[in-house]
Structures are given as structure tokens and as C-alpha cells.
């Protein structure tokens, strides 16, 4: 099982890679994905939305994902559009990563074109394909991305015999592409992106995409491209089939996220101060590991001191808001009047209804 390897090598933010440290329950959500993205008829393109918001564990929800399918026998195979700038970078990479990934499994393919990369012209007309396809889409805006689907015809020419010597090569198993950040994407591919989902690889036995991004972001990104797409919501509904909602992390899941956190990264802070912190935060995996990494830069200080001479109260209302407030954080907490505030007044209304007071009291200053 890949999981059993090191945990978040990358840091704080780092994908959880290890079912042992999945204490927001997400590989039973990696679970259901899997499932709906393997188990339908063969001859589908199956596309399925991973949908949250910023933070709550989608990558990691891919990762586990990944994990499951490939334990299965499907092939798997990461993309990830964010590294990418034009339209001539992403699909080529997007091919070169099938490509790649086929062959990585032994898969052999007829070499009459399928998914081969080829030398690309500079005189083709690349517009009409994408007229025709957003027409077909009932959205009235294919010169926002027209060059990228032409493009990626060039790139992915393929026939019968090239899907049957696929099927072949999966023996009943799917290939599954996962594709992450896909709202943090350059506003100018994403568009493409979607299109190519639904016109160019909609139509491929065994092909699966799984994609995870937050649906507002990108329904907000698509409207702001162009007025043809207007209610990019909608729109996306004509793309994913299966739309999966990530469930909100739990009380007790942030609890253990903050506590194996904290004992690894700050182990000089309370937990006690540390638990009484996080009813303050948004409650998002990524804000409590924020919250986390901020008190570990603390922690060589605190070190110094004896626990009872610190002001915990002090500390925690500050990292608190840090992570709520980072814009207004830098300003005022080196403004000498705020911090007066912050070591008197700001200590009483933690005492009672603090969260309402204290976002009062800032907004005010």
C-alpha cells in the first residue's frame, strides 16, 4: 500500500499521504470517489467532480484516490494544469502524461497516431473546432478558448484501432486521470480545459477524469472570461457527470489535525491553550495548519520562558488573528496603540462572545 510512506514530506500544507493520518475521514470519501469513477459501463467516459473549498482536503482526497484505483489494477495518472501557461504547454504535457503513463504500465499501442505528440503547425486554423463545440455546449463564447481544442486534435488523432488496442492493453481496467488545482489554474486554460472534457475526450471507453477544484471559484472565473458563459455554475453542470461534495472537516477531525500538528511541529504550546484557539478558527483543515505553522515560528521563543510566565492568552488572540486577518495582522500588530489593545482589552473579551466582539472591534479600528 503507497500510503505507508513518509507523511507530509512537503511541510505543513503538504498532502496527506498515509491513511494513518487521515483524521479528517477522507479516504472513505476517496472511497466513494473511486467507485463512481470505476464501477459504471466500460464504454462511458466517466467525469467526476471533486468539489470543495479552498483547503479542505481535496488533493488529499486525489492522493487517496490515486492509492485505491491503482491497488485495483486501473492505470493512474497525475495532472496537474496549474504548472502550466499557454495553451501549447498544457497539451502537450497532458498528452506526454498519458503517454508516459501508458507506457510506465507496459501499455503498447497501434502506431497509427493514438495520443502521440506531433509536430504542431503554425498555419491551422484553430477556431472553428471551437465553434462548433461551444455551440454544441449551448454557450455562445468558443473565441475565449479557441485555440486550445484544435490543438489538442492535433495531438490526440486516434481511431478504432488505437481504442481497441487500448482496451486491450487495460484488460477491463480503466485509465483514470486525476486532475488537481484545476481553480487555481491560469484563467485562460481553464475554459479549454472544460471543453476539452466534454468535446475531445468525451467519447473514450475506459477513460475516467477525476477532477477536484471549487466549483464557485471557477463558475466565477468562467463568467468573468466571458459573458457567454454566464452562469458558470451551469455550466459545469453540462461537463461533470458526478459532482461529489466534499464533506465539511468535523469538530473533532480539525481537533486531531491541530493536536498530531502541534505535538510535531510547536511541542512547548499547550494543548490545552491550543484546543481552547481552535473554536476561533475557520473551520478548514488548511486555517489550522496555518494556525500551527504560525505558533511553530514561535516556538525557540517560548522555549526560553517558563509556560506560566507567558501570556497565553496573548499569544493565541494574536496567531488567531493572523490567520483570520492576515492583511489588517502585519499592520496592526506593530501599531503600539493596537497592541496596547490587544494585551488588555482584547484578554477580557475572550472571556466571553469573543469572535463576535473581536471581529467588531478590528473592523472598527
Same mark, same amino acid.
Given at each position: 500500500?503507497?500510503?505507508? @510512506?513518509? #507523511?507530509?514530506?512537503?511541510?505543513?500544507?503538504?498532502?496527506?499521504?498515509?491513511?494513518? !493520518? !487521515?483524521?479528517?475521514?477522507?479516504? %472513505?470519501? %476517496?472511497?466513494?470517489?473511486?467507485?463512481?469513477?470505476?464501477?459504471?459501463?466500460?464504454?462511458?467516459?466517466?467525469?467526476?467532480?471533486?468539489?470543495?473549498?479552498? @483547503?479542505?482536503?481535496?488533493?488529499? =482526497?486525489?492522493?487517496?484516490?490515486?492509492?485505491?484505483?491503482?491497488?485495483?489494477?486501473h492505470v493512474v495518472i497525475d495532472f496537474n494544469p496549474w504548472h502550466y501557461q499557454n495553451s501549447d504547454q498544457l497539451w502537450e504535457g497532458f498528452v506526454t502524461s498519458i503517454q508516459d503513463g501508458l507506457q510506465q504500465r507496459g501499455i503498447r499501442l497501434p502506431r497509427s497516431g493514438f495520443l502521440a505528440v506531433k509536430r504542431l503547425s503554425q498555419s491551422v486554423n484553430r477556431?472553428?473546432?471551437?465553434?462548433?463545440?461551444?455551440?454544441?455546449?449551448?454557450?455562445?463564447?468558443?473565441?475565449?478558448? %479557441?485555440?486550445?481544442?484544435?490543438?489538442?486534435?492535433?495531438?490526440?488523432?486516434?481511431?478504432?484501432?488505437? +481504442?481497441?488496442?487500448?482496451?486491450?492493453?487495460?484488460? @477491463?481496467?480503466?485509465?483514470?486521470?486525476?486532475?488537481?488545482?484545476?481553480?487555481?489554474?491560469?484563467?485562460?486554460?481553464?475554459?479549454?480545459?472544460?471543453?476539452?472534457?466534454?468535446?475531445?475526450?468525451?467519447?473514450?471507453?475506459?477513460?475516467?477524469?477525476?477532477?477536484?477544484?471549487?466549483?464557485? =471559484? =471557477?463558475?466565477? +472565473?468562467?463568467?468573468?472570461?466571458?459573458?457567454?458563459?454566464?452562469?458558470?455554475?451551469?455550466?459545469?453542470?453540462?461537463?461533470?457527470?458526478?459532482?461529489?461534495?466534499?464533506?465539511?472537516? #468535523?469538530?473533532?477531525?480539525?481537533?486531531?489535525?491541530?493536536?498530531?500538528?502541534?505535538?510535531?511541529?510547536?511541542?512547548?504550546?499547550?494543548?490545552?491553550?491550543?484546543?481552547?484557539?481552535?473554536?476561533?478558527?475557520?473551520?478548514?483543515?488548511? %486555517?489550522?495548519?496555518?494556525?500551527?505553522?504560525?505558533?511553530?515560528?514561535?516556538?525557540?521563543?517560548?522555549?526560553?520562558?517558563?509556560?506560566?510566565?507567558?501570556?497565553?492568552?496573548?499569544?493565541?488572540?494574536? $496567531?488567531?488573528?493572523?490567520?483570520?486577518?492576515?492583511?489588517?495582522?502585519?499592520?496592526?500588530? @506593530?501599531?503600539?496603540?493596537? $497592541?496596547?489593545? +490587544?494585551? !488588555?482589552?482584547?484578554?477580557?473579551?475572550?472571556?466571553?462572545?469573543?469572535?463576535?466582539?473581536?471581529?467588531?472591534?478590528?473592523?472598527?479600528?
Amino acid at each position: 500500500m503507497k500510503t505507508q @510512506g513518509p #507523511s507530509q514530506n512537503g511541510g505543513f500544507d503538504a498532502t496527506v499521504t498515509r491513511r494513518d !493520518d !487521515d483524521h479528517l475521514n477522507r479516504w %472513505a470519501f %476517496a472511497r466513494e470517489v473511486v467507485n463512481v469513477a470505476t464501477k459504471g459501463p466500460y464504454d462511458w467516459t466517466v467525469r467526476v467532480g471533486i468539489y470543495g473549498e479552498w @483547503g479542505s482536503g481535496k488533493s488529499s =482526497v486525489l492522493r487517496f484516490a490515486k492509492d485505491i484505483a491503482t491497488d485495483e489494477g486501473h492505470v493512474v495518472i497525475d495532472f496537474n494544469p496549474w504548472h502550466y501557461q499557454n495553451s501549447d504547454q498544457l497539451w502537450e504535457g497532458f498528452v506526454t502524461s498519458i503517454q508516459d503513463g501508458l507506457q510506465q504500465r507496459g501499455i503498447r499501442l497501434p502506431r497509427s497516431g493514438f495520443l502521440a505528440v506531433k509536430r504542431l503547425s503554425q498555419s491551422v486554423n484553430r477556431a472553428q473546432p471551437m465553434v462548433e463545440a461551444a455551440d454544441q455546449c449551448g454557450v455562445p463564447a468558443a473565441k475565449a478558448v %479557441a485555440a486550445g481544442l484544435d490543438l489538442l486534435r492535433e495531438l490526440t488523432s486516434y481511431g478504432q484501432k488505437d +481504442l481497441d488496442g487500448l482496451r486491450k492493453g487495460l484488460d @477491463g481496467k480503466r485509465l483514470v486521470i486525476l486532475l488537481d488545482d484545476l481553480d487555481r489554474t491560469s484563467p485562460t486554460l481553464v475554459p479549454e480545459i472544460l471543453f476539452a472534457l466534454k468535446e475531445l475526450m468525451g467519447d473514450l471507453p475506459g477513460f475516467s477524469f477525476v477532477c477536484a477544484f471549487d466549483p464557485d =471559484v =471557477v463558475g466565477k +472565473l468562467l463568467g468573468s472570461r466571458h459573458p457567454g458563459f454566464e452562469n458558470g455554475l451551469r455550466f459545469l453542470e453540462k461537463i461533470v457527470d458526478y459532482p461529489l461534495w466534499l464533506p465539511k472537516a #468535523s469538530w473533532e477531525g480539525l481537533l486531531k489535525v491541530a493536536m498530531a500538528d502541534a505535538g510535531r511541529f510547536c511541542p512547548s504550546v499547550p494543548a490545552s491553550e491550543v484546543r481552547a484557539a481552535l473554536a476561533f478558527l475557520p473551520p478548514n483543515p488548511r %486555517a489550522v495548519r496555518q494556525f500551527i505553522r504560525i505558533l511553530a515560528t514561535l516556538d525557540h521563543q517560548i522555549r526560553r520562558f517558563d509556560s506560566a510566565d507567558l501570556s497565553w492568552s496573548v499569544i493565541m488572540a494574536s $496567531t488567531v488573528l493572523r490567520v483570520r486577518y492576515p492583511s489588517l495582522a502585519s499592520r496592526l500588530l @506593530g501599531d503600539a496603540s493596537f $497592541t496596547t489593545w +490587544l494585551f !488588555d482589552d482584547l484578554i477580557e473579551l475572550m472571556k466571553d462572545d469573543w469572535q463576535d466582539k473581536a471581529t467588531e472591534t478590528i473592523t472598527r479600528k
